[in-house]
């Protein structure tokens, strides 16, 4: 209004002023909002999200947004990149991620960036930053490299609403302010309920409680995402109720990194995909997100559903039917740091025990100082992660950490990209890349990302189909992979040539129902 009233009293003056004036006006648009960056990525060979054919284009980017593709000449103030024929897909979506654990020191998000992620999906297994209205002003104020979006978790209201005393059933009245508190948090922005129900509080839930929280979570448009109550001896049952959540509550619903983990279950993935597609056939809109390892990393007890650890015949299960011990990885170990790195066969060999023994002297060893040993265990089979990637409902995800011991963090897609695709076919590229897009964009119900297409945010991945690959290992769960090129994030380069920018454009992803 300032400048409004100056040019007003400019025009009731003398032509001298009519000079100032001009001056004036050229003053404020000078000071204006400079014109959107502008970048001209040509000859790709694109790959749009959609799952088909790759074709030749060139990609226009204009601020934050995809302007157009086709074969387009050079404007002025254009910043090129020849990509060469490289493929340039929309960037991937982890719809189970982790990693924003430490993300306000690591904004650049080496982890993710570096392997073409650039929105990761938080809040997983039950757990959540609470009240996510500050978690996400937070990110608008310091932004990341990456978007975010996030669930709410199932254990972190339990834990608010019981207090320490969370081992049993909930009362009504706890389930109300459970209730109210989700309703809070889907108010802010969270695309639904995620629950783990393995993992402490949600282990001692009962299935009505949780049902009646994902009713609470589909009343906002929300969707349930769900580690199930067991990926072993109760297998059937926890596929079984997360379909009735499904079925129930009128909602979308994701099993989390589907995995069959238990030797008795191997060779059972076909069976799996038979019993989700006829709860699909049926009405119910269920899939599921996976990672391409057969290795999970969790803590220990969770090899106990009965929180029963000294019961010896349920360690002796476990050493047999769920994880054998050369196969049971210690990662970390506060009373004994000297386990770290070591497998329970070899503890169990410096102990002068049996590795049933073993293992129940970790865990009790570890209760005495409030310490739980964090393990990478071998449980599943190859077959059945091919099987269940198959699957044309099953997106990709990482379930990795910016500075985890599990690989998975750093190596999830190009591994998808290197090891299934290129080297064992196992599924084609453009449909690879369609799981890690568009397929986990719906999935978790995010919008206007995930597709290259104009009016679309430009979140991109360039890369080289004949050379990604992944290197993280477990000896060097930190190794970047190779192969990922070039990555834009609402339009900006947050990594190329091996190494991040420093630019930190990522924005925060809310649900609107």
């Not at 302007?67 to 024929?85: H, Y």
């Not at 949600?202 to 929280?213: Q, T």
């Not at 769920?322 to 210690?330: G, Y």
């Not at 945010?457 to 060097?476: E, G, I, K, N």
Request: hydrophobic fraction near 45%.
């Amino acid at each position: 209004m300032i400048g409004l009233h100056v040019i007003t009293a400019g025009m009731r003056t003398a032509g001298v002023c009519r000079v100032f004036v001009i001056a004036c006006v050229l003053v404020v648009s000078a000071r204006g909002q400079e014109p959107p960056q502008r970048t001209l990525i040509r000859n790709v060979t694109m790959l749009d999200g959609t799952g088909g054919a790759p074709r030749q284009a060139d990609v226009r980017i204009v601020g934050d947004r995809i302007d157009a593709i086709g074969r387009l000449a050079p404007l002025a103030n254009d910043r090129i990149v020849e990509a060469r024929g490289r493929a340039l897909a929309p960037g991937f979506i982890d719809t189970h991620s982790h990693h924003s654990r430490g993300l306000s020191d690591q904004r650049e998000a080496l982890a993710a960036v570096s392997q073409g992620i650039t929105t990761i999906v938080v809040g997983q297994d039950g757990s959540s930053t609470m009240p996510l209205a500050d978690f996400f002003s937070r990110l608008e104020r310091e932004p990341a490299a990456v978007n975010v979006a996030s669930y709410v978790g199932h254990g972190t209201i339990r834990r608010e609403a019981m207090g320490v005393d969370f081992k049993r059933l909930a009362t009504a009245e706890e389930v109300d302010r459970m209730a109210a508190m989700l309703e809070t948090e889907m108010s802010a922005g969270a695309l639904g309920l995620s629950t783990g129900l393995e993992y402490d509080p949600g282990i001692y839930s009962a299935p009505e409680e949780v049902i009646a929280l994902a009713r609470v979570a589909a009343s906002f448009g929300g969707r349930y995402i769900s580690h199930i109550r067991s990926e072993d001896r109760t297998f059937w049952q926890a596929v079984d109720e997360v379909i009735a959540i499904g079925r129930d509550a009128h909602m979308p619903v994701q099993i989390s990194h589907v995995k069959l983990a238990m030797h008795g279950l191997w060779g059972q993935a076909g069976k799996l995909v038979e019993v989700l597609d006829r709860a699909r056939a049926a009405g119910v809109n269920v899939t599921a997100d996976i990672y391409p390892y057969t290795y999970w990393q969790s803590g220990i007890t969770v090899l106990f559903p009965n929180r029963d650890f000294a019961n010896r015949a349920e360690a002796e299960l476990v050493v047999k039917e769920v994880v054998t011990p050369p196969n049971l990885l210690i990662t970390r170990f506060e009373p004994n740091p000297a386990y770290a790195g070591k497998t329970l066969a070899q503890i169990a060999a410096m102990r002068g025990s049996d590795a049933a023994d073993a293992l129940m002297a970790i865990i009790k060893e570890g209760e005495a100082r409030g310490a739980t040993a964090g393990v990478i265990a071998t449980s599943m089979d190859e077959r059945d992660i091919a099987r269940l990637m198959r699957w044309p409902f099953t997106n990709i995800c990482t379930d990795g950490e910016l500075s985890g011991p599990h690989p998975r963090g750093f190596g999830s897609f190009p591994r998808v990209l290197g090891k299934y695709v290129r080297e064992q076919h196992l599924v084609p590229l453009p449909e690879a890349i369609r799981k890690m897009t568009s397929l986990a964009a719906a999935n978790v119900g995010i919008a206007g990302r995930g597709l290259i297409a104009p009016g679309r945010y430009a979140d991109l991945v360039l890369f080289d189909p004949r050379t990604v690959a992944d290197h993280a290992t477990t000896a060097a769960p930190h190794a970047v992979s190779s192969g990922i090129e070039t990555v834009w994030v609402n339009g900006e380069v947050v990594f190329t040539n091996g190494a991040t920018t420093g630019k930190h454009p990522g924005k925060v992803i809310r649900h609107s129902s």
